[in-house]
């Protein structure tokens, strides 16, 4: 009997990876803000855009030291009966927060037919959400754009499925991707999720990519998100996503996790000590 051969092409070396990127990817997010490669950035703003008052959240958090704006107009929310977000609308409004503070924003996109639409509007960085960790049709079509790309760890995901997360992105010809730990599903419920803190190190070590934290969704509880955010800069992340909201109690999505923009901006005074204990007196682009 003949045996017949079933060898296969060795695969092109991963672009994610570190072996085929020593130095370290720093992305340009627009206005002149950089991450990576000692480019440190925080992200803020609320879950979900719900009308004018995100134009008030956002000069609160430009205030406080926040550099990009964060705000969700399209919601992938667990029941269909929450608010999914103002859709275009969302998006809209956060381009004029933009014009009133020069902040690149930040949002997320859920479906592969939204993708031109983000990239019609200018948004400065796309979102890949923890639900779509794996979507490969959406990771795929970002990839096609030249949009800097936050992705999101699975709720469940391994570093490594989300390192080939960013390789289905870096595939299609877009390298700005910024990987971010946002907590995994656990067996314990004192948290929404459990921090993976060990994975801001651990990312740095076997890729180039900038590692962003975010410390909202991985607590799900406003009074564990400081604590948390300190911890993420001491261990290296490149940068912070926060929620931040000016009623939370009134929010329409992830209330209890938000920060009022008091507490926001105590929270950056914080922010800054660590950083300077540890990296030294900060310089124009090492922000805050």
Known sequence: MIAISHAHAAEPPRKVDRSSHPEDTVIDLGGGVKIGGGHFQVIAGPCSVEGENLLDIAARCKTAGATLLRGGA???????????GLGERGLDLLVEARAQTGMPIVSEVMD???VELFVDRGIDVMQIGTRNA????????????????????????????????AEYIMSEGNDKVILCERGIRTFETAT???FDLSAIPALHDFTHLPVAADPSHATGCARYVGPMALAACAAGADALEIEVHDDPASAWSDGPQALTCDEFDAMMDQIRSIRSAIFGPRDEDARP
């Not at 992938?76 to 608010?83: A, C, G, Q, V």
């Not at 992705?151 to 570093?159: C, E, I, S, V």
């Open 192 to 194: 929404r999720n459990t």
């Open 74 to 84: 399209y919601k992938p929310r667990t029941s269909p009966y929450d608010r999914q």
């Open 134 to 165: 794996q979507n490969f049709a959406l990771l795929k079509e970002v990839g096609r754009t030249k949009t800097p790309i936050l992705l999101k760890r699975g709720m469940a995901g391994t570093l490594e499925e989300l390192l080939m997360a």
């Open 112 to 114: 592969t037919r939204d």
